[in-house]
């Protein structure tokens, strides 16, 4: 597996900031959308909170529903489902 380094001007579809020259994560929400690593994860802590039924601050709901438009509904929500079943790991 080859990690893809993004274009220096690539902007995170998740926050819309530039992830600059640094290594992207892979999204947990479609396994294949390319975020920044601070995004990332952000990511696994809004599953491992919501897999234990904690409140999720909003700035993190605006961005899970960022993400939810960048991929499309029904794909996100059957990761979203998936990582739930698995506990948030």
Same mark, same amino acid.
């Given at each position: 597996?080859?990690?893809r380094k993004p274009d220096t001007f690539a902007t995170c579809p998740?926050?819309?900031m530039s992830m600059g020259a640094k290594?992207?994560?892979t999204s947990r929400r479609d396994n294949d959308t390319q975020i920044?690593?601070?995004c990332g994860v952000q990511e696994a802590l809004v599953d491992?909170? $919501?897999?234990? %039924?904690?409140h999720i601050p909003e700035l993190q709901v605006e961005r899970e529903a960022r993400m939810?438009?960048?991929?499309?509904v029904d794909k996100f929500n059957a990761?979203?489902?998936?990582a739930l $079943?698995?506990? %948030?790991?």
């Open positions: 597996m080859s990690i998740r926050c819309l290594y992207p994560a920044c690593t601070y491992l909170a $919501r897999s234990r %039924g904690a939810q438009q960048t991929i499309g990761t979203l489902d998936n $079943r698995k506990g %948030g790991s």
